[in-house]
């Protein structure tokens, strides 16, 4: 065999071979250890970021190990971003959830789980309920929503027997050999007597009325 100008016999062919081989494998190594070497260097950045930013917001106990830092240096749990004790943040984000929705929700808990769906925080369905409680806002809102406050006021008691009723329909029943669709249900207050009349869906008041006085 032939290696540059140089005719090589047997033995020294299969030295020339073993070297190449010896050097191909360092190589590789060498590509290894490089790769190596750059995944560890991509933890330990990882792992003094996540610290860097535990110390500079670790104003309270959360749980370590379960948060973790985003490339915006921010810290997330489960996906969820992790709010700082931080001046008036967590207040901020509060108000305008609340602000987005306060007309249909008054309840802690709704915005509690509202909230917990994009963020995450310690005591965070305690903080929102206390922050419920200060809030001008809501206060007006439910305030809208309640009666007055009076004193207790004793029902008046019927004195004869259907003088007093309450009614309900039950509707979109299956209909009956006569067409009937709706039960018309009325209940004495007096003595709880119970009056169960068939009657169409479209059926004017004066019919019912009849059909009252009738039974």
Known sequence: AEVGEVQLTGPEIVQ??????????????????QKKSYTDLK?????????????????????????????????????????????DLRIVIMQE?????????LDSDEMYQDMKKLYWWPNMKADI??????CLTCSKVKAEHQRPLSLLVQPKIPQWKWDNITM???????????????????????TKSRLFLPMRETDPTKKLARMYLKK
């Not at 191909?24 to 290894?32: F, G, M, P, S, Y």
């Not at 860097?52 to 969820?80: F, S």
């Not at 979109?172 to 007096?190: A, F, H, N």
């Open 129 to 134: 309920a206390t922050y419920l409680r200060k």
């Open 168 to 190: 309900d329909f039950v509707m979109k029943l299956p209909k009956s050999s006569q067409g009937y669709e709706t039960i018309w249900v009325i209940v004495d207050r007096l």
């Open 43 to 87: 933890r330990t950045e990882a792992r003094e970021l996540k610290e860097q930013i535990c110390r500079r917001y670790d104003q309270e106990g959360y749980t370590k190990g379960k948060v973790e830092p985003r490339a915006d240096e921010t810290l997330c749990l489960n996906d969820r971003s992790w709010l700082p004790c931080y001046d």
């Open 16 to 33: 020339e071979t073993t070297e190449k081989v010896i050097q191909i494998k360092h190589r590789i190594q060498a590509v290894r250890d």
């Open 97 to 105: 959830s609340y602000k987005s929705k306060y007309s249909i929700r």
